[in-house]
């Protein structure tokens, strides 16, 4: 294209046309943005937030289960339900309360392959009763995030997928992706141990160098840290009603789903039978 065509196209769309120079205002074509709750991060965000109908990818070392701190300020402002596929643990309810989530709009979806774990995200990205979608997956190839992706965008639906660290090398369709970890070095009274540090590896906007720190302690988390620790298996009546804890039927061998089957039945329909 001819450097006259670009300056005409600059001129009749203006703010429409993104420049790679600048953060974009969103960062998917028209769900939004959802602010983080974090200052420091929705400020090198495009439009100030999580995108909206779009795919985020968060990679972090396996272990260091930092991804709750990250996103509970978002997920606790949403008044629809939250829906955990392939969780590594169980979520802790008090924690969770104490930052202001409703543990009776958490949904928590047991599927252990891979297959399983992609089926049942597409379900829940097609029930309109769902405002976020947490995704754990280790090993999937590009072609599937992207299937998740452009499912999302039939919805202002917020998806995240947690893949490991080690993943960083390869291809992946998300508009948005973090490396998350723990902050490091010695703790302050200023700065924790159990801060988060994130660094942005994909966003529509120019590169950032700059670890973020974020602070990941609310007082009111710290209120509830201090008092007398629930044992884990009293802590399970606050994951959510009996309906929070849903099994994944077997509608697939292997795991490598390509192409996915007809699905038989919808998320919220397995939700209304458990």
């Known amino acids: 294209m001819a450097l006259s065509s670009v300056s005409t196209l600059l001129e009749r769309?203006?703010?429409?046309?993104?420049?790679?120079?600048?953060?974009?205002?969103?960062?998917?074509?028209?769900?939004?943005?959802?602010?983080?709750?974090?200052a420091l991060l929705d400020v090198q965000l495009p439009g100030g937030g999580w995108p909206l109908g779009a795919l985020?990818?968060?990679?972090?070392?396996?272990?260091?289960?930092?991804?709750w701190r990250l996103l509970l300020p978002a997920l606790s402002t949403l008044n629809r339900s939250v829906v955990l596929v392939g969780a590594p643990h169980l979520p802790f309810g008090p924690a969770l309360a104490a930052q202001g989530l409703d543990l009776r709009r958490l949904i928590q979806v047991q599927a252990s392959t891979v297959a399983q774990r992609l089926w049942a995200a597409e379900q829940a990205l097609r029930c309109s009763e769902v405002a976020a979608l947490l995704v754990w997956l280790s090993q999937v190839r590009s072609e599937h995030l992207r299937r998740l992706h452009l499912a999302a965008q039939a919805h202002r639906c917020l998806l995240c997928v947690f893949r490991p660290a080690s993943a960083q090398g390869e291809s992946s369709p998300a508009v948005l992706r973090l490396l998350l970890g723990?902050?490091?070095g010695p703790p302050t009274a200023s700065s924790p141990e159990d801060d988060l540090a994130v660094q942005i590896l994909k966003r529509?906007?120019?590169?950032?160098?700059?670890?973020?720190?974020?602070?990941?302690?609310?007082?009111?988390?710290?209120?509830?840290?201090?008092?007398?620790?629930?044992?884990?298996?009293?802590?399970?009546?606050?994951?959510?009603?009996?309906?929070?804890?849903?099994s994944v039927p077997e509608p697939l061998t292997g795991d490598t789903p390509t192409p996915w089957p007809e699905p038989a039945y919808a998320l919220d329909r397995l939700v209304a039978a458990a």
Do not use: C, M
């Open 13 to 38: 769309f203006g703010d429409a046309v993104w420049r790679a120079d600048a953060l974009a205002e969103a960062a998917s074509a028209d769900g939004g943005v959802l602010p983080s709750g974090h």
């Open 56 to 67: 985020s990818e968060v990679l972090q070392v396996p272990g260091d289960a930092a991804e």
């Open 182 to 184: 723990v902050a490091a």
């Open 204 to 246: 529509r906007g120019p590169p950032l160098s700059e670890v973020l720190q974020l602070p990941a302690r609310p007082v009111a988390l710290s209120a509830v840290l201090a008092f007398n620790a629930v044992p884990l298996a009293s802590a399970a009546g606050w994951v959510g009603p009996t309906r929070s804890a849903v």
